[in-house]
């Protein structure tokens, strides 16, 4: 008996633990806790936004992190997801909400492939720049032609009602689930394609392209293929920014501004890791918040609406160069040293 609870739990088990373990406690966390005593207000102003902005952060991570592909029009692929679902919704009847998701996203990934073919003769900063031709011309098209927005004078678009698998998503503990659930799996696909052979391939293309065709990886391709899964989880994004979070958009709501808002997320949350986005979207979204409640109650009246969007991009650029002078690799980077040097206090680092 005294053996057996001597027996230390073999480091294969641990490290087990440690890369599940934390996603089994995580999804509780997610799908029981928050649910069960999160308020109204935290679950539709701080959780739909930050589910939305997450899942559209991870596609695109997997452009700009794991294939080196810059692109500055993720907003305008959140308008194409959003505007695609609601005509789709409208045009074909009975159409389930899953089915819509998925072909808004492919309507997305369409369009992504498209305006990704300049990356067979541009990098860097010139594909940054041909990428605002996506934002640019988008917002052109959806503010120009009245059919996308069945021709409402304002272009305001109202989402529907959420109705899947013979349940009703109306309420703000409804719409957590239904997000919670489509950007769990759009993730866990999302991961799927980081850890697979064409993640391996995005990372050779990032890393030289030059040495990535020398051993035979289709470089044109991989580049079309990384563009099409980030527009589409980007379209999927803004489907639920539309029909979960706000229920009603307007193309000037997916302007250049969003755009940004999403590649910051990727920056200070991490390139290249899939967690990174969660981690920069929780920060981007709550920000603002604690910087209200923090500026009201140091400044008072004198902390309007206007100080306050002026503070918050003041402190969103002064975190970015932050991250990129000390901690380049970002939050899930500082995060992982954090909880490395906990381990260590803890006396678990280096047992056997």
């Not at 939305?52 to 700009?64: D, E, I, K, R």
């Not at 990129?324 to 803890?346: F, H, M, N, Q």
């Amino acid at each position: 008996m005294a053996d057996i609870v001597s027996t230390p739990v073999p480091r294969e088990a641990r490290i087990s633990f440690e890369r599940h373990g934390w996603l089994v406690v995580t999804l509780v966390v997610a799908f029981v806790a928050i649910p069960l005593f999160g308020s109204t207000y935290f679950l539709e102003a701080l959780m739909l936004p930050f589910l939305a902005l997450s899942l559209a952060g991870v596609g695109l991570n997997l452009l700009a992190g794991y294939a080196g592909q810059v692109s500055l029009g993720s907003a305008a692929f959140l308008a194409i997801g959003a505007f695609a679902a609601f005509n789709l919704n409208l045009r074909i009847g009975g159409l389930p909400i899953a089915l819509n998701i998925v072909l808004s996203g492919l309507i997305a990934a369409a369009v992504g492939i498209v305006f990704g073919l300049p990356s067979l003769r541009l990098k860097g900063f010139y594909l940054a720049v041909s990428t605002l031709a996506t934002q640019f011309f988008t917002q052109w098209a959806l503010t120009n032609f009245g059919w996308f927005s069945n021709y409402n004078s304002s272009g305001v678009i109202d989402a529907p009602k959420l109705h899947a698998f013979g349940l009703d998503f109306i309420t703000p503990v409804g719409r957590y689930y239904f997000t919670l659930t489509v950007v769990a799996v759009l993730t866990l696909l999302a991961w799927r394609v980081a850890t697979s052979q064409t993640g391996r391939n995005f990372i050779a293309v990032r890393d030289n392209e030059t040495a990535a065709r020398v051993i035979g990886i289709p470089v044109f391709t991989t580049k079309l293929i990384a563009f099409g899964l980030s527009s589409f989880l980007i379209g999927a994004a803004g489907v639920l920014w539309a029909f979960a979070y706000l229920r009603t958009v307007e193309p000037a709501g997916f302007n250049l501004d969003r755009s940004f808002q999403i590649l910051f997320i990727v920056i200070i949350g991490g390139l290249a890791t899939i967690r990174g986005a969660f981690l920069g979207a929780a920060l981007i979204v709550t920000a603002p918040v604690i910087l209200s409640r923090l500026g009201g109650w140091l400044l008072g009246d004198v902390f309007d609406s206007g100080v306050l969007e002026m503070s918050q991009r003041v402190l969103l650029g002064a975190l970015i160069i932050a991250f990129l002078i000390l901690e380049p690799d970002g939050l899930a980077a500082l995060t992982a040293r954090i909880w490395s040097k906990i381990r260590v206090r803890l006396g678990f680092a280096g047992a056997p």
